[in-house]
């Protein structure tokens, strides 16, 4: 039986501060935020700068990791959840990024 999961905004700020990595929210997810998307994501896309083999999986909630050798310097954004700060990318750096990894 699955049981469900806090939500993926949530979970990527505990993840990623236990794992100790920097993160930014992109692609979809990022296009989400900003409006751009016609609809949900199946998953939450979060890019780091380490390989991770398999996504993040908590009940009914899923997160990608899409690996990015660098993330120093990169416009993001603060947004308060309540795990903490959630950073999410510009929207230039969104729509970069959904150009450079053909989603």
Known sequence: MKRG???????????????????????????????????????????????????IVCGDVGIQIVYKKELKNLPARDFVVNTGKLKLGSPELVAYDLISFRV
Request: charged share 10%.
């Open 5 to 55: 999961c806090i939500p993926a905004t949530e979970l990527t700020t505990v993840v990623m501060g236990h794992l100790n990595l920097p993160y930014y929210v992109s692609l979809l997810s990022g296009a989400e935020y900003y409006g751009a998307s016609h609809q949900k994501p199946a998953v939450f896309q979060v890019i780091t700068n380490r390989q991770l083999k398999n996504p």
